[in-house]
Structures are given as C-alpha cells and as structure tokens.
C-alpha cells in the first residue's frame, strides 16, 4: 500500500475532465489529433486563398484543375467555412478549448454561422434575396439576385456542422456522439455530391436541396471539417475504436484502407460493364457501401477487444490462483477468511454489501467488518495496512478485530481507535483505517477517517467526499481523532474502499448506482467493469445503501370489521 494523492476527481468527469490515453495507442491518439489540426488549418489557409482570388474575380488553381466549367466557391461561402474552421480549431484542439477565451470566442462563431447559414436558407426557400441585409448581398448581375451567395447545399450542410461543434467541445458522452453523428452528415451529404460529381454528374445541386449548385471545393472542404471534428474527440464513438491499443483497434485501422478503396473498385466495375449509368445511383451505393463496411468493422472491432479482455482476466486469476497454491493454502486460507467480519443485517431499509480483491494470492494488508451491534446500531470497520503477506495480514487482522470488539462494547469511532493505539506499539506497519456507526431508525452516521482515502457519500446527482479526520495509524504518530456526524437520507450510498481503487478512473457512480439491480452489481462493476486485467494493490470496497421505504397504509380496524360477515370479522381482527 502507498499514500498517493488522492486524484479523485476522475469519479465523476465533467466538462472540461482531463482525457487520459488508458487503453488507448499514444501514437494513434498522436497521429489522429494531428490529422484533426492539419485539416481544419488547410480548410482555414484555402478558405482565405479562395477569399482572396474570388474577391479579385479569378478561379483558383484547384478551380482550374478540376473543370474551367464547375462553379467556383462564392466569396461568402468561403469566408463562412474559413469562420467554420477557426471555430473547429478553438472549440477541438485540447491546447484551445481549455482557454475561457477560445471557447467563448468559438461559440460566438458558431452562432454567427448558424444565424447566416439559416438566413441563406430562408432566401432560397423564398426565392427572394431582397430581406437579407446589405452586407450579406455580394454584388452580382442584377438579373440574378442570388448570384455570388453560398449554395444552398453549401449553407445546408454547414448549419449541421457548427451546431455539432458545440455537442463535440461538452464533457457528456451522448452530446459528444450526438456532435459526431450530425458532424459525419455533413460529411456525407458533401461526398454523395463529391462522389456523384466525379462518376459523371458535372452538378453538385442534389439532395437535399437542389435550389443552387454547389462548388466541388466547398464540398472538399466541408468534408475535411466533418472528418477533424469527428477525429477530435478520439476518446469518444468510432475514433476511440480506431485508436484502441488491443487487437480490435490494430484489426480496424488495418482495414480502413480496404474500406475506402471497397467501393471504388466495385462501382468502377459495375460502370465498365454497364450495370448501373445514373450517377446519383454510384453516389448513393459509395456511400452506402462505406457506411456499413465501417458498421460491420466497428463491430468487429468489438468483439475483438471484449475477447482479448475475458482472456486477459482469464490469465490474471490462473496467476492469481497459483500464488495462493504456492502460498500452502490450509494456513493461509484461515487467516484469509478472518480478514473479512461480515454478519447479517436483517433490515428491510438497510441494503450492505463488501467484497475484497487481492493483488497478488490471497493474503491482504486489507481488512474490513460489518457488524450487527444492536437492534438500533450497525458498525463499519475497513483498515489498510502498507505492503503484503503473513505480517501485514496479522496486523490488520488484530487492528480489525479489536476494533470490533471496542464498538461492540459501545465505544464511538474515535474511542475505539484509541483503545486499538496499544497494538501499533507491536508492529511496525503503518496503516490507515475508517471506522463508523450508524443508528439505523433515522440514518444517523458518525464516521473517523484516519489517514485513510476519503469516502464517498453518493446522492442522487451528487458525489462528496468525506475528508480524513486524523491521521494515519503508527506508533510514533499521536491520535487525535474526530467524528464526521451526518445522516444518511433515503436512497444515499456511503462507499468505504481502500488506495487499490484510486489507481483506476470509475466513471460515473451515480449512474451506476441508479442503473444497478443491486450493490452487488455495482461492486461488480467497480472491481471488474473497466476491462483492465488486474490492479497494483490490494482493494477492499464497502457499500452501505439506505434504501426508499414505502409509506404504510393505515386501515381502521373497526370499520372494516364493521363491513364484514361476522366469520370475516373474526378472522380479520384475529390477524391483525
């Protein structure tokens, strides 16, 4: 056991939570987050260029190269993709969105955008240009109102790529997927066209409003965006699959490359034998065929990753169970099984349950007791002793059971740990302990944290931690205990654990706990849910619920007796 700094904080992560790279590959993470920049930063630099030559009322080179015939970007549509990108930038890029300023300055390009993406939307639906403000008419022949305004595609498909922005930068994990849902449509909607465009459509007016063409690099370009925000949040959907460190993650970046060129070489087929002649037709099966070539990957993917996490757990406990072989487990399955106190609390509002995991064999510095004190009273002990082994074993062993025996005496928390100080003059093991009672009518708690991880008392929607009250327990460190006194409400969890658990981030709890059929189940999902295969050191949890009482329904007796034949009544009074 060590006595690390306690970087509780991973419990329950918020916006703006650090990500950590745990089972993840660093240098895909590396190269991703690279991918992400490098796009937005040429879509922002082309966007500029594109600007600047339209203004000057010259095609750009990419232009040029693909046909002197397609339509070029508009003025407005790039300076719009260039605000699209910069927000990308601020809102995405870990180094940005952790500055107040980037982020605000990012939303309020996000809303700019949106608001004159939508105006352009209304003018088309209206087929009148004449509402929109001056600034936003760029001068055009005054036969065609809408010339040198985005297309209507164009605006479209940007609205779903900044109000996905925003769903990308939040900390939950359904806004983030629901962000890279809308930010892989935009995409998509772009590369039907693109792809349409290059099977022989020379137009990029189709679905889902066919009112304007589209130009080929506002298509590029709104692809590019699509894919850096997706790829941006790698920790989060598909991207965290496409980074993964286990076999399922090595399996799908393999296979990308494959997946891209899938469709292209099967309608290149189909085409050279004239199968299919409508474009629209190519456009809507390459995307198709990707889009359920990435499913059937993802899922894969998964599964591969879910075997390779059984197998490692499988391995971890037949190493697990040839230390204790080598151990001589007569001996050490006694001292073992004393580790843990655990009597039955018969209370219909009371839910409890504790489970312990060692790191290497059987034998725990790790001790915990639950105790039936009384009729109105339950006790609560968990002790942590430094290192592994017999000694460690026995000094916790002897610092719980006297622990024990003091509040089954009637001694508090605190003076049952100042009964136990004797012992420690006996070992030379540092360790720490939470010792505490509870009166189970009305909740009320009293709880001594010495020197141990705080505990957890869990709400509804609310997670406190409940700070050390004295230090640790050593010979040459002086008690001086207090009590942390509060009531445990209907429907709060107390959780008692030691250091082992500090090592692993746990998610949410109290999602956890209200999703969970029991206390079992989320003990199960706190030792054994994240998939990793083993801990650094030994972890005792305890998980103490009060459970919602239902209100009791009063009858009165006389009445219904009252309402009775007189053989009812006698059998009913004679129950009650």
């Not at 000057?56 to 080179?61: D, E, K, L, P, T």
């Not at 209507?152 to 922005?165: D, E, G, P, Q, R």
Request: glycine residues 8%; neutral net charge; charged residues 15%.
């Amino acid at each position: 056991m060590g006595f690390p700094e306690y970087a509780w904080a991973m419990v329950t992560p918020g916006v703006g939570a650090p990500i950590t790279a745990s089972g993840a590959d660093k240098t895909w993470v590396r190269r991703v987050s690279t991918l992400s920049t490098v796009l937005v930063t040429a879509v922002i630099a082309f966007s500029v260029l594109q600007l600047i030559l339209g203004l000057a009322g010259q095609f750009a080179v990419i232009d040029i190269a693909i046909s002197e015939m397609v339509r070029p970007m508009q003025p407005m549509a790039a300076v719009l993709l260039g605000i699209t990108g910069t927000a990308t930038h601020l809102l995405l890029v870990p180094r940005r969105r952790s500055l107040p300023l980037a982020r605000s300055l990012g939303t309020v390009m996000v809303v700019g955008v949106a608001i004159i993406a939508g105006l352009y939307l209304a003018v088309y639906r209206s087929s009148s240009a004449a509402d929109l403000p001056v600034w936003l008419r760029p001068g055009g022949l005054e036969t065609d109102p809408f010339a040198g305004l985005p297309a209507s595609n164009t605006a479209f498909v940007l609205l779903i790529l900044v109000v996905s922005l925003p769903l990308l930068a939040a900390g939950a994990r359904r806004a983030v997927l629901v962000g890279q849902i809308l930010a892989a449509t935009a995409a998509t909607i772009a590369g039907r066209m693109l792809v349409e465009f290059l099977y022989g459509s020379r137009s990029l007016s189709s679905f889902p409003w066919g009112l304007s063409e589209m130009a080929v690099t506002s298509a590029i370009c709104v692809i590019a965006l699509g894919a850096a925000a997706v790829l941006a949040r790698w920790d989060v959907g598909v991207v965290s699959a496409l980074v993964g460190s286990g076999p399922g993650g090595i399996v799908l970046r393999a296979s990308i490359p494959g997946l891209l060129l899938l469709p292209v070489i099967l309608l290149g087929f189909l085409q050279g034998q004239q199968l299919l002649n409508r474009s629209s037709v190519f456009g809507l099966l390459a995307v198709a065929i990707t889009v359920l070539g990435l499913v059937l990957l993802m899922s894969l993917a998964r599964t591969l990753d879910r075997r390779d996490n059984q197998r490692a757990i499988a391995t971890e406990r037949a190493l697990r169970a040839r230390d204790a072989l080598a151990q001589r487990a007569p001996a050490v399955a006694v001292l073992e099984s004393q580790l843990s106190t655990v009597e039955p609390i018969d209370r219909a509002d009371i839910e409890i349950h504790a489970e312990s995991l060692t790191e290497s064999g059987v034998l725990s510095g790790d001790a915990h007791a639950i105790l039936n004190l009384d009729d109105a009273r339950i006790g609560l002990v968990l002790v942590d002793v430094a290192g592994h082994g017999a000694e460690p074993t026995v000094a916790a062993l002897r610092i719980k059971d006297s622990l024990a025996q003091s509040l089954r005496h009637g001694a508090s928390p605190v003076q049952a740990l100042v009964e136990v100080s004797p012992l420690l003059g006996e070992t030379a093991e540092m360790a720490t302990a939470v010792v505490a009672d509870m009166q189970t009518a009305g909740g009320h708690l009293r709880l001594v944290v010495a020197g141990h991880p705080p505990p957890l008392l869990i709400g509804n929607n609310t997670v406190d931690e409940l700070a050390a009250t004295g230090p640790l327990l050593h010979s040459s460190i002086p008690g001086a205990w207090t009590h942390h006194e509060l009531t445990l409400g209907e429907g709060d969890t107390l959780m008692l654990y030691t250091d082992g658990l500090t090592q692993r981030p746990l998610g949410d709890l109290t999602k956890q706990l209200r999703d969970a059929s029991s206390l079992a189940e989320t003990v199960e999902w706190l030792l054994r849910g994240s998939g990793e295969p083993a801990f650094r050191d030994d972890v005792s949890l305890i998980l103490l619920r009060r459970l919602r009482t239902r209100p009791k329904v009063v009858v009165d007796v006389a009445d219904t007796a009252h309402n009775l034949s007189p053989v009812q009544s006698r059998f009913f009074l004679e129950t009650r």
